[in-house]
């Protein structure tokens, strides 16, 4: 029997971000789709069986809070890491219990046992 991945949505307008970040985060059990704005995640969010979703703040096409807010009205236990310059924590907490706040820039290792702790 044929273990599903554990997959990542991770939303980011910067190419080179998007890219780097998916290239460390996927392992054998995580498959990372990355897109570059709102419209892509909402399609992504459609056709794939996403188990986490990691979003900008600000996107070119909108809001990473609003696509989060669609998420979590499809599957409200879904875990959201919202990540952004600014101070997210309030933020964050107005999303509910399953998401939470990266402030950017963060440490690679700091992101790491962030996902690790919510793909239990």
Known sequence: MTVSPFVILYVEDSDY?????????ATAERRVVGVADAAGAREALREQNVNLLM???NLPDGSGLDVAREALRQNP???VIVCSGHDLRGVAQSLGPTAHPLRKPFELDELEALVERLAR
């Open 17 to 25: 971000i998007r890219q780097s970040v998916a290239e460390l985060l």
């Open 77 to 79: 236990r879904l875990p």
């Open 55 to 57: 979003t900008d703040i």
